[in-house]
């Protein structure tokens, strides 16, 4: 089964950069559909950022764009999430979630494999 990880979250203010990653230990990521989301306290999950295996083309809700930058290594089964310039609105818990088919949108459906979720908080 498909084992996910997060890490890299922590406390950082406003205006610094943050990379979370996600990584796989039970299988492998190579032919999967990866994406970050993030739910503050209060809100419904959002979808963030996706990658897709082939041909790597990704996705950003807009809040982000400009800012945050999805990659991934195969050969690690993992998946990064560059995140600059951060913004208190930025604050919240960060998943990676992966799914064997699909397009990459900010909709969570068919995402069957998610971790546990690492806090991110951008606070002067």
């Known amino acids: 089964q498909v084992q996910l990880v997060e890490s890299g979250g922590g406390l950082v203010q406003p205006g610094g950069s943050l990379r979370l990653s996600c990584v796989s230990d039970?299988?492998?990521?190579?032919?999967?559909?990866v994406g970050w989301f993030r739910q503050a306290p209060g809100k419904e999950r959002e979808g963030v950022s996706c990658?897709?295996?082939?041909?790597?083309?990704?996705y950003y809700v807009d809040s982000v764009k400009g800012r945050f930058t999805i990659s991934r290594d195969t050969a690690k089964n993992t998946v990064y999430l560059q995140m600059n310039n951060l913004k208190p609105e930025d604050t919240a818990v960060y998943f990676c979630?992966?799914?064997?088919?699909?397009?990459?949108?900010?909709?969570?459906?068919?995402?069957?494999?998610w971790g546990q979720g690492t806090q991110v908080t951008v606070s002067s």
């Open positions: 979630a992966a799914k064997s088919y699909g397009l990459c949108s900010g909709n969570k459906e068919n995402f069957g494999y």
């Open positions: 039970g299988s492998t990521l190579g032919g999967y559909v």
């Open positions: 990658i897709r295996p082939i041909g790597l083309s990704t």
